[in-house]
Every structure is written in C-alpha cells, then in structure tokens.
C-alpha cells in the first residue's frame, strides 16, 4: 500500500498573502475559481491545501509554491542541493525540479542523504586536518563548520525557529514583578542582584584587559567595562540573572538538546542566558504588542525598551510564541569581509554554511552609509522572495587608536509580510524588481555575474584566451 501524502496546511501564509494583496476571501475566492467558505476553512487550518489550489495559486498570483508549501524547508532545499554537487555525489547535473521533487515527497531521505554527506566531509577531511589544516583556507573553513560547537548550537536554535518558550515566559515572569515597564530599569535590575548579595561596579578599560562583564561569584561582585553602553550593562546582568534564577530550565533544555561536546554545551548555557536577557528586557507581550503597533519599528522600539539596535532587531527573530507569532524575521550580522557572526532565523530563510554571503545584498552596502537602514527585495535561486533591511552597528569600546569595529545587521522576512513593515511604506512591491542573490558564490550557479569571487564549485571553468568579460569567471552550465 502506497503511503499517504503530506497534508498542505497553509493556512497562516495562505492568510498572509490574501491581506498583503488587499483581498476579502470572497474576492480571492472568486479569483480562484472556489468557494469562500474553502478559503475560510484552509485558513483556520481546517483543511489542506489540494495540489490543484497550489497551481491556481501561483498561476493567478505569480508565485513559487514552495513560498506556501510548508514541506518546501528551504535551508534543507539549500543544503540538499548543495550536497548534490559535491564530487563525492555524482550527480551535480540533476535538474533543479528532481530536487524539489524529491524535498516534496521524501524529505527526510533528503535531509538523512544531507547527514551522510556531511560525515564523509568530515571523514575526508580529518586526516588532511592532522596532516596541516592550516596550509589550505578553504580546508580550514570547511573543517570549522563540520567540527566547531557554535554550529550545533546554532542548529538547535534553528530547529526551533530561535524561539525558546520556557525562557520566554520566565523572563516576561520576572520583568512583570520587578515593573520594569514602569521603573527605571536599572536600579531595578541592580536590585535584583543584590537581593542575591551581588553588586555591581564598573571597571576602567584598562583593568578589565579587554573584557566587557566579569563575574566573581566568591566575591559575589559583577564588574562591567566603561566601554559598554547602557543598554549593554542591562543585557549583562540579565544574563547573570538567567544563572542565578534560571538554572533548573537551562539546565533541561542543555540536557534534552542531547549535544556531547562539551563546548558546545557550554555555548549554548551562554546562549540561553544571552536569549533570556534580551526577553527580559523586551518580555514578549509587550513588545510583540508595540511591534505590530509600531509597524516593527526597529529604532523606535529601541528608544521604548532601552536596547540596541542589534538587540532589538535579534529579539524580533524570536516571536514564535504559539497562538501569538509575529513576523517570522531572519537575523544576520556580518562583518565588512563577508564573515557572519550571527545568523538565526524564525523561518526559513537558507543561510550558507561556508563561504560568506552574496556580495549582491544589500547588507554588504550598509557600510557604505553607516547608521542608514537600507532596503531591498531578493530572490533566492529556489525562487523564494524576501524583503531585507540593512543597518550598520558599531560595537561596545572604541578609544584612540583602537575604533570601535562596524557591523552590518540583516533582518528580513518572506516578501509576503513586507507590507506590514514600515520599511516597506512607499515603495510599490508589485513592481519592484527583486536583486537575484545566491547563497554564496561557492554555490551560486548564475551566469554573467559581475560580482562573482568564486566559481561554483561543480561546475568546470570555461576560459577564453581572446575575450575579456565583465563577468570574471565563465563556467559550463548546468
């Protein structure tokens, strides 16, 4: 007996795309040719999505399915077919619609053939690691993402759309009893510390050496730099409150999480209590309120609740809360050579695991206008559409002679909820022209790129000795 498809529930996005086009479900029903009363129930969740609505959907409305599709994961889509070109798989000439075949039907075999060809990188690349991994960069960035601990963790977060509900409501708990809307946050939070026979004290640069937070716990005393602003020194002693009161719920969630590196247990206590500070700062009702008030106004909130703009930004990735979700935001941060440092996502959004980002998104251009939010629609090669802004930060510290580093921050969304952005206000998305962007150009199999630094990796270079391109890199199609 042949096993029973995936049912399509689509009834949030399905939501999401009829409001962002201004329709009623009578009116997009009519478009379609169905009842309203089969809208209403799809979007209640009551009922699938048939292939055949699927198809009038993206005839009618110019979309990818996989956009809708709740099967399509796009960082598995990514993964997988980034595991189809390697040499080791053969089969870098399979047709972009066999891959999405097979992520429909079969995703788990997609994502176990992902694991196992992870773990033959891994095995390949072991001996060359004892031999000299530094002799070959590409060796070495390759070795960092199959054996570093940040990536499990960055995988669990992942795994739960970087939302972690038992901290969430701890947090929102606390901020509740210590009034923090309502007191000045950090006498109150100060308090709090000393309520456990811990006080605070801020340190000259020069005796920190070159920390921003540490901790005596023998001398029960939170020393904090000069460096950091004040923003900063609240997100520091909510993380050494998310260690002294939370300690039960940390240590659960490290236990379920099942990871056997040490390391990367004792990052990912780190990151917990980092998630618990930026909740306590921003407890989740509220802010998820001000954000759909304010349009998620990222520097506005940032003046409400007293946080950087990074930290802002990042807290909106993690709006999952069951029964009270706000836009599913993807979160970056890179430095000017391309590096990221950060990446969490409450969607989908395929992040690279090697190789940096796009030179094309606008993230690289924020450093071009420092402070300045940039915006822009992409289009991954999967077809998904997203709308990204763009800002610069610069970093806690900076004195003469040793400036303060500049970041770029990213956050971004499915183009579906960029009309409830207010980044999105004036510009006309039925007829802005998304920038086509690739993962990396490792991976990136577009043609004529002027802005290509690498060619892909499974494709051979073609080289013309009598002709000079714009493009720096010609390779056979696919």
């Known amino acids: 007996m042949a096993p029973r498809a995936e049912k399509l529930v689509i009834g949030q996005r399905l939501k ?5 086009l201004g329709l009623t479900q009578a009116q997009m029903a009519a478009e379609l040719g169905v009842s309203a009363s089969y809208i209403t129930l799809i979007e209640a969740d009551q009922r699938p999505a048939s292939v055949k609505l699927l198809m009038r959907l993206a005839e009618v409305y110019d979309l ?19 595991a189809l070109k390697t040499p080791a798989a053969g089969a870098d000439a399979v047709p972009r ?73 701890a947090a929102e708990d606390l901020a509740d009893e210590l009034a923090l809307h309502r007191h000045e946050p950090h006498l109150a939070l100060t308090g709090r510390l000393a309520a456990h026979g811990v ?63 040490p390391a990367a247990a004792a990052l990912m206590r780190v990151s917990l209590a980092n998630y618990f500070a930026a909740a306590l700062m921003m407890p989740y009702g509220r802010f998820l309120a001000s954000c759909e008030s304010h349009r998620y106004d990222v520097e506005l909130l940032s003046h409400r609740f007293g946080t950087s703009f990074e930290q802002t930004a990042h807290r909106m990735s993690t709006l999952q809360r069951d029964g009270a979700r706000g836009i599913p ?80 921050i990213g956050l971004g ?43 892909p990796v499974n494709r051979p270079l073609q080289v013309n000795e009598r002709e000079r391109s714009l493009a720096l890199f010609r390779f056979e199609a696919g």
Not at 112 to 132: D, I, K, S, T, Y
Request: with cysteine; aromatic share 8%.
């Open 64 to 82: 990818n399915i996989s956009e809708l599709s709740p099967a399509a994961d796009a960082q598995l889509a990514s993964d997988f077919a980034a």
């Open 199 to 261: 006080t605070v004290r801020i340190g000259q640069a020069e005796a920190m050496r070159g920390q921003l937070r540490r901790y005596d716990p023998e001398r029960r005393e939170l020393l904090l730099s000069e460096l950091l602003g004040q923003a900063s020194r609240r997100f520091q002693i909510g993380v050494l409150l998310a260690s002294l009161e939370q300690e039960p719920i940390l240590t659960r969630l490290i236990a379920a999480a099942g990871l056997e590196d």
């Open 97 to 169: 619609a066999e891959i999405e075949a097979v992520l429909q039907a079969s995703p788990r075999i997609a994502a176990a053939f992902v694991r196992l060809q992870a773990a033959h990188r891994a095995a390949v690349l072991a001996p060359m690691a004892e031999e000299n991994p530094l002799t070959d960069r590409d060796k070495v960035e390759a070795l960092g993402e199959t054996s570093r601990p940040v990536e499990a963790v960055r995988a669990w977060f992942y795994a739960r759309r970087n939302h972690v509900d038992a901290l969430d409501r």
């Open 329 to 408: 935001f993807f979160f970056v941060r890179v430095d000017r050579a391309g590096n990221l440092s950060k990446r969490f996502s409450a969607g989908r959004f395929p992040f690279s695991r090697f190789g940096g980002t796009c030179p094309l998104w606008n993230i690289h251009a924020a450093f071009e206008t420092p402070e300045e939010v940039r915006t822009q629609v992409i289009r991954m090669p999967e077809g998904a559409s997203y709308f990204s802004v763009a800002r610069t930060v610069t970093r806690a510290g900076g004195t003469q002679g040793a400036p303060a580093q500049r970041l770029a």
């Open 16 to 20: 999401v795309l009829r409001q962002s």
């Open 413 to 455: 969304c499915d183009v579906a909820y960029a009309p409830r952005l207010i980044y999105a206000e004036g510009i006309d998305l039925s007829r802005t022209r998304p920038v086509e962007i690739g993962l990396n150009c490792y991976l990136c199999e577009r043609a004529d790129c002027t802005a290509r630094a690498h060619a």
